[in-house]
């Protein structure tokens, strides 16, 4: 069974930075993908990018492109995410979710069949 766990979640202050983690675990798969998603307080789930373990591909959904690095440490079977310039708009519960395979050209929660319990992340003015 794969087992995801998010961590590195916080308190920041805006304008600071946060590097989340993705502890997989619970399967051998060369090629496996792992994507974060946030879920900020009264709205949808949103898909923030993917990187696919046997390649290194990335994806960045539009809405995110600059400020987020997605990273793998195949080694560790760890993903990261490196959010730079943190505002308040930022605040959210921060997800990651795996599937086999590559990252789809646009993300989308429905493809991953694994999730995490999520890490908050908490940005103040």
């Known amino acids: 069974e794969v087992q995801l766990q998010a961590s590195g979640g916080g308190l920041v202050q805006a304008g600071g930075s946060l590097r989340l983690s993705c502890a997989a675990s619970g399967f051998t798969f060369d090629d496996y993908s792992i994507g974060w998603f946030r879920q900020a307080p009264g709205k949808e789930r949103e898909a923030i990018s993917c990187i696919n373990s046997r390649d290194g591909s990335t994806v960045y959904a539009d809405t995110v492109k600059g400020r987020f690095t997605i990273q793998s440490d195949n080694a560790k079977n760890t993903y990261y995410l490196q959010i730079n310039s943190l505002n308040p708009e930022d605040t959210a519960v921060y997800y990651c979710?795996?599937?086999?395979?590559?990252?789809?050209?646009?993300?989308?929660?429905?493809?991953?069949?694994?999730w995490g319990q999520g890490t908050q992340v908490t940005v103040s003015s």
């Open positions: 979710a795996g599937d086999l395979g590559g990252c789809p050209l646009v993300i989308y929660e429905e493809y991953f069949g694994s």
